[in-house]
Structures are given as C-alpha cells and as structure tokens.
C-alpha cells in the first residue's frame, strides 16, 4: 500500500483559499482545488 501526501495538500490549500476570502469579505463563492470542493455561501 501506498500512500501519498497530495491530497493532504490539497486540502491544506483550499482551506487556507477560503479562509482568506473570508477575510476578504467575500461572502459567496467555491474553492475547486482538484476535485476538493469547498463552498462557502452566508
């Protein structure tokens, strides 16, 4: 079995996008980060 780090990443990064929007004051919008979708809508 092996087992590999990039999906971590990939997580890791579209998190720290939609902290950063919401830092922004971006209210609505998604994160496509390779198939990680976050959405964020308020």
Do not use: E, P, W
């Amino acid at each position: 079995m092996r087992m590999g780090f990039g999906g971590i990443g990939k997580r890791y990064a579209a998190k720290m996008t939609k902290n950063i929007k919401q830092q922004l004051s971006i209210t609505n919008g998604i994160v496509n980060a390779s198939g990680d979708l976050h959405h964020q809508k308020c």
